[in-house]
Every structure is written in structure tokens, then in C-alpha cells.
């Protein structure tokens, strides 16, 4: 039912948040201890009893009331465009057939042919067009929203626990138990209509469950996320009207950004046919441009509208979070959503440089995991200052996370369910459906089953990546930071050789890597002063195309700027090449000192008794 909700907290002194954080940072299939501990019956009793319901204000109601009716005229305004369109062609075409009429009367015998074509293309361009409008208006209103977004049925047989949980909470909330569980891969929940607006007139409620969140919360804040989302169905009228708002937006998004072939093939044609044929197809696409900007205005109001209802809605939905699982547990689980949401991205990166080298993770909730307990401190502060910084704008469906915190501040601290095991106790095995839902997302993303020599545990494909970046540390510690990889090191064949002096060769090792040190600045300085002037060759380059084309491009670059003729062109290019050739030299002359110490290195290894130190010697060789 609820969109995403990324909520965000600062902890504040006057409110100290304990974070119930899973004991175990991977996801785990759950032991027999757990099996033996947390039983049905437990499970029961830990419920303290049932929550307070949360009572609408009279200015909710009436707020709720008019936000409906300007929700409804909305569509109906929009069909009532079709109907003017519609008509607009029917009387054109109906009555501007006079226009003949009145150009075989008024035109000579020789100019007439030419005359009745002209009143031809009149009379029939608004028609073209006009009838084209027409079926891109209709269009939104019978297409059905594209569903790229998998899922896996639970069946309650298979995981009896997940069940119980979830009815439990229902109860304590006093919303309607759901007939069907998903899960996903999305760092959400959210509960909803079954089948949609067939699902209307009863309680056929779906509960859809992201696996990243559960394997990154405890059972006390999961059981208040899912609060939180059957607190909106605690109320009948209120559950059908959220609804009703949120399908009205969502359909509104998707008449004024959603493109199909149908839009593709009326810009091929108008792109590929003679202009004097196409110019009618051109005038379809500017008065379908602008329908869609009218819509794109009605969307706006709507969401304006709705905007604040919606915000309202959260904040009853958060006094059904905290006053089951607290709202110290409340304020932990915001800040553990936020940290969860930048982990997932982190593994969607993860994900992107697997992908890259021919490998799938498949686990993927348990990769979010993973870089969840891996998140450096720099990060969790950046994400606590952008919490603090946050601002509810009139359009936002959801508060901002400070506001959401403050509006439960008189609730319980404590709550009425405060078991602290980790969410994933709750499946019988949750590393299998964690597999299973990230396969069905390779799925979804894809198009097409991956196999599985394809897909890799992700403690492997970690392993991997860890020796990759202890391999980057490795390099700049070498280089002291001082690297430049687009400037080639050419070595000598003496470089794979055992040296004539050992001791020589270590002594030389040790005063080349001095030197490095010495002047590592005075490089680093070299290398910012060449990348400058390979970048102005650059700027060159491209002010010598555009003089020789006379093209005027919009670069925002003074440099640049500056070259508006060929003969600054050529003394820019011979005056950047001097200084480059200079820079180059100090260059080489660092250069060649790592040169030496990397040789001094190589001829080492190659003695005997060095190699007997250095562990899996020959495979290196």
C-alpha cells in the first residue's frame, strides 16, 4: 500500500536511541536453537496484549473528504479534454466541408486544381491531426502498467512462523490478516491490494516483503516496519481512499512520462517521411506535447493536493510503529532503513563490477548485508547530517524523518513486543529464499534465467574483490600515492636476471626508494602540471576542428574561449607542447628511479636464498 519509505533519524540527546542490530551481520539459515526458542507460542506471548488505535482528527476527516473530490474531477477533467477533442473534430468535419464550396466559386478555372488540393490539406490536417490526439489520449486509459518488478508467493504451510508472526501483529494492530505473502528484493515492505481495484469491496490484502530488510533488522523492528504498513488498513475508509489517491498519482505519472512504441513510430514516421507529408505528423507531436503538459500540470496538483493527506497518513501509521515495538525502536529502525538503503546501493556497485567480470552474486540480500556491517564512519555521518539537513517539501507523500520522530515522542518508549533475534529466525531457511528472490531478480532485470555456473557465493566473489583492493593498497603504498598510470615504465631484460652483486643490488634497492621519497612531491606536482596540459591539448584540438568547420560550441572553458581564430590555435598548441616536453623531462627523471627500484626488486626475487623467505615463490615466478 505505502510507497518506499526511506525514513532517516538523527539521534538526539533528548531522545537516546539502543538499536536492536542483528547479532549476525550475513543472513543465516536459522539453527535448531532458534527452531527450539522461538516457537509459535512465544512468539504469541511476547505480544504484550493489543495496541490503542489511532484516532483521525476532525480536520484529517474533512481533509480527507475534500482531497477525494479533487482526486476524482481530476480524471474526469482529463476526459473531458477527450470529449472536447472529440467534438472539435466532429464539427470540423462536419461543418468546414463549406470550404469547398467556397473555393470552387471563388477560384478561376486555372488556378482551381491547385486551389482544391490547398482546401484539401485545410480540411484534412486537423482531422489527421485531431484523430492521432485522440488515440494518444485514449491510449493511457486502457493500457496496463508494465509489472518489471518479481516476486515469490509464500504458502503458509512452508513457513508456518513468518505466518503466525505477521497474523500476530495484524491483531495487534487490528487490521485485516493478508491472504497472500511476497517477497523481493527491494529494501522495503509494503501491503496492498491483492488484485488491485477488484480487491476493493473486501480485506484481499497482499503483504510484499523485501529480503535485504529482513536480513538487516531485528524481529522488534521488523514487527514495526510491518506496523507501520497495516497501520494504514486499520481503518477501513481510510485504507480504500490512500488507495484510491495513490493509484490517481500513479496513473497520472504514467500518462505524462510513460512512452511506448506507439510514441516511437509516430516520431520514426514523422523523422523519416517527405516534409511535405510529415509537417501533419509534426503538428500531432506539438498538440500531444502539449497534453501531456496540461496533464503534467494536473499531476502536480494532485500532488500538491494529496501531498499533505498522504504526509498525515504517514504520521498515524508511525503512532502504530511505535506503539508496538516503542519509539526508541522506532527512532533506531529509521536510522537503520537509511544505513540500509546506501548499503543497497553499494551492492548494486558490487553488482555492476561482477557483472563486469563474468560473475553474479547469489545471494544478494546478504551482499546489502555485508556492506551494511562494512560501512565506513565517514559515511554513517554523512548519511546522519543529510537526516539532519532534511526538509518536507510540499510534494513529499512521506515527512521528513525528524518530523516523523518528534510525532511520536508521548508514545511508549517501550511498546508492546520487544523480542531482539534477528528477522531471519522468522523462515525456516532464509538463505534459500534469499537465493531464490535474487534469482528472480537476475530474471526480471535480465529477461532470462541465469545459469548457475554463472551465479557465486558471495563470501567468493568478496574474498575476490578484497584481494583486488589489498592489491590497489599495495600499489600506492609502493608509489607513495605518487602514480601515474598513463606514463609507461620501460624496463631492461637485466630485470629477470640474478644480479652479480647481491649486495649491491639491496643497497641500490634501498637508496632508490630514499630517493622516491625525497622528491615524491616535487612528482605529484609534475604530474598535476602535465595532466593540465594534456587536458588544454585536448582543448586544442577540439578549437582546431571547430575554427577549420566554423562551429560555435558552448564549452564552458576560458581557455578555450580564448582560441577564436586559427592563428591562437597554433601558437596554444606549440607553446603547450614546449611545456609539456619540459614537464615531461622532470618526469622521466623521477620515473627512471622507480624503474630501478622495481628492476632492484625483480633481481632479488630471482636469488636463491630470497626465494626460500617468500612463500609460494615459484608460483609467483
Not at 115 to 133: F, K, Q, R, S, W
Not at 247 to 270: C, G, K, P, T
Amino acid at each position: 500500500m505505502s510507497n518506499s519509505d526511506p525514513r532517516r533519524v538523527k539521534q538526539s540527546a533528548q531522545s537516546p536511541v539502543k538499536a536492536d542490530i542483528p547479532s549476525s551481520a550475513t543472513p543465516r539459515k536459522r539453527s535448531r536453537r532458534d527452531q527450539r526458542e522461538l516457537t509459535p507460542r512465544k512468539i504469541i506471548q511476547a505480544f504484550e496484549g493489543n495496541i490503542e488505535p489511532v484516532t483521525p482528527t476532525l480536520m484529517y476527516r474533512l481533509c480527507a473528504l475534500l482531497v477525494s473530490f479533487v482526486m476524482v474531477l481530476l480524471p474526469l477533467f482529463y476526459i473531458a479534454m477527450i470529449g472536447g477533442v472529440i467534438w472539435g473534430v466532429y464539427f470540423h468535419a462536419v461543418h468546414s466541408l463549406s470550404l469547398f464550396e467556397a473555393g470552387s466559386s471563388s477560384t478561376t478555372t486555372r488556378n482551381r486544381g491547385k486551389g482544391m488540393i490547398l482546401l484539401l490539406l485545410v480540411y484534412l490536417a486537423p482531422i489527421i491531426v485531431g484523430v492521432i490526439l485522440i488515440i494518444f489520449m485514449l491510449k493511457p486509459l486502457f493500457s496496463r502498467p508494465s509489472h518489471s518488478s518479481a516476486f515469490r508467493a509464500l504458502k503458509r504451510e512452508k513457513e508456518p512462523l513468518l505466518f503466525m508472526f505477521v497474523d500476530q501483529v495484524c491483531d495487534a494492530v487490528g487490521a485485516p490478516r493478508p491472504v497472500q505473502i511476497n517477497l523481493d528484493i527491494q529494501v522495503n515492505a509494503s501491503a496492498g491490494f491483492r488484485r488491485g481495484w477488484l480487491s476493493m469491496l473486501g480485506n484481499d490484502l497482499v503483504l510484499t516483503i523485501g529480503m535485504p530488510l529482513v536480513a538487516g533488522l531485528s524481529l522488534r523492528q521488523f514487527s514495526g516496519v510491518l506496523a507501520h504498513e497495516f497501520g494504514h488498513f486499520s481503518q477501513s475508509a481510510g485504507m480504500r481512499l490512500s488507495f484510491i489517491i495513490r493509484s490517481i498519482n500513479i496513473w497520472f505519472m504514467r500518462v505524462v512520462y510513460e512512452r511506448d512504441a506507439w510514441d516511437e513510430r509516430l516520431e520514426y514516421l514523422s523523422q523519416s517521411l517527405d516534409l511535405r507529408i510529415s509537417w501533419v505528423l509534426y503538428l500531432a507531436r506539438l498538440f500531444v506535447w502539449v497534453t501531456r503538459k496540461i496533464l503534467w500540470l494536473l499531476m502536480m496538483v494532485g500532488h500538491l493536493v494529496s501531498g499533505f493527506l498522504m504526509r498525515q497518513m504517514e504520521f498515524d501509521a508511525d503512532r502504530y510503529e511505535a506503539r508496538l515495538s516503542g519509539s526508541r525502536c522506532f527512532a533506531a529502525t529509521s536510522k537503520r532503513l537509511a544505513f540500509l538503503g546506501v548499503a543497497n546501493q553499494g551492492a548494486l556497485s558490487d553488482l555492476g563490477q561482477f557483472y563486469a567480470e563474468g560473475r553474479l552474486v547469489d545471494n544478494f540480500p546478504a551482499l546489502i548485508n555485508i556492506n551494511l556491517s562494512k560501512m565506513p564512519d565517514e559515511v554513517k555521518s554523512a548519511v546522519e547530517l543529510h537526516i539532519k539537513a532534511e526538509q518536507t517539501g510540499w510534494f513529499d507523500t512521506h515527512p521528513a524523518t525528524l518530523e516523523r520522530i518528534a510525532n511520536i515522542q508521548d508514545e511508549d518508549p517501550e511498546g508492546i513486543f520487544r523480542l531482539k533475534s534477528p528477522a531471519t529466525v522468522l523462515f525456516s531457511d532464509f538463505s534459500r529464499e534469499a537465493k531464490f528472490v535474487t534469482r528472480d531478480f537476475y530474471y526480471g532485470v535480465f529477461g532470462k534465467k541465469i545459469p548457475r555456473e554463472d551465479l557465486h557465493s558471495v563470501d567468493e566473489l568478496l574474498i575476490r574483490q578484497e584481494a583486488e583492493n589489498e592489491a590497489h593498497k599495495a600499489v600506492q603504498r609502493f608509489y607513495q600515492g605518487a602514480i601515474y598510470p598513463n606514463r609507461p615504465l620501460l624496463f631492461s631484460e637485466s630485470a629477470v636476471q640474478v644480479p652479480e652483486d647481491t649486495k649491491q643490488c639491496a643497497q641500490e634497492l634501498k637508496s632508490s626508494r630514499e630517493k622516491l621519497l625525497k622528491y615524491r612531491e616535487k612528482y605529484k606536482s609534475f604530474i598535476d602540471a602535465y595532466r593540465e596540459f594534456e587536458s588544454k591539448s585536448m582543448s586544442v584540438t577540439m578549437a582546431e576542428v571547430a575554427v577549420r568547420a566554423r562551429l560555435k560550441l558552448d564549452v564552458d572553458d576560458p581557455f578555450f574561449k580564448s582560441l577564436t581564430n586559427y592563428d591562437k590555435v597554433i601558437n596554444a598548441r606549440h607553446g603547450i607542447e614546449r611545456k609539456k616536453a619540459e614537464t615531461r623531462g622532470e618526469l622521466e627523471k623521477y620515473e627512471s628511479l622507480i624503474v630501478k627500484r622495481l628492476e632492484r626488486a625483480l633481481q632479488l626475487f630471482y636469488v636463491p636464498k630470497v626465494q626460500a623467505q617468500i612463500a609460494d615463490a615459484a608460483l609467483w615466478e
